[in-house]
């Protein structure tokens, strides 16, 4: 079975930085995904982790532990932008489980 | 990235009808899209994962008799509601994936209203 756990709501002032837990219990994992996603719109992907370790891309940098079952995503010099869910899903196959959605409020 | 249409981005229907959703592929050929569904602030919770050229694998509690899904082509899937509820009224969105990748696009989602 799948199960993702992240928190449901994270605020944070402009310029800082936040870190958005995510953890998984997945059978046949291959990857780990992060989307942002405004309201009203489609979720739009931010980064694919397989192997373990960090992958930084420009503010955002997303942590792969495969033996721990656990991720995060970092924004950081947060935006007024960033306002916004951010949802990890797990791959299993072609198949992703998406977790609950962490709502990221930035604050002046 | 790849383009995933989807369309309409808006449906409004009356209690009863039928409802056609439609997912395009623009620029690669998708042998395998997703359809979910997402209630306000909630998560998405799939419903079903379609192959082109057969039938479509419903996830559990998905009445399949309800959410008719075709995927008849490498560029297209469509999700029809069939007899609309109010409760159907949600945000429906599609992902479309190439082969045996593990990442999939979305479309821009359509929100039904079922009055």
């Known amino acids: 079975g799948q199960n993702i756990d992240q928190p449901t709501e994270m605020t944070a002032t402009e310029g800082a930085i936040v870190q958005i837990n995510c953890t998984y219990q997945t059978s046949g994992f291959n990857g780990l995904f992060w989307y942002q996603q405004h309201a009203g719109e489609a979720p739009t992907f931010l980064s694919y982790n397989v192997l373990d370790g960090l992958e930084e891309k420009g503010r955002f940098s997303s942590f792969l532990s495969r033996s721990k079952g656990y991720s995060y995503l970092l924004l950081k010099e947060l935006q007024m932008k960033d306002s916004a869910s951010y949802l990890c899903a797990s791959a299993a196959g072609n198949k992703l489980t998406f977790g609950g959605g962490t709502r990221v409020l930035v604050k002046p | 990235g790849a383009v995933v249409s989807q369309h309409p981005s808006r449906v409004i229907c009356k209690s009863g009808t039928s409802v056609k959703i439609e997912c395009r592929s623009l620029d690669f050929q998708a042998t395998t899209m997703f359809w979910y569904r997402q209630f306000p602030k909630q998560s998405l919770m799939l419903m079903a994962t379609s192959n082109e050229g057969s039938k479509a694998t419903y996830e559990q509690g998905v009445e399949k008799d309800k959410f008719l899904i075709n995927h008849a082509s490498l560029t297209l899937s469509t999700l029809t509601v069939t007899s609309a509820h109010p409760e159907d009224s949600s945000f429906y969105i599609c992902?479309?994936?190439?082969?045996?990748?593990?990442?999939?696009?979305f479309g821009q989602g359509t929100r039904l209203t079922v009055v």
């Open positions: 992902s479309a994936a190439a082969g045996g990748n593990t990442e999939a696009f």
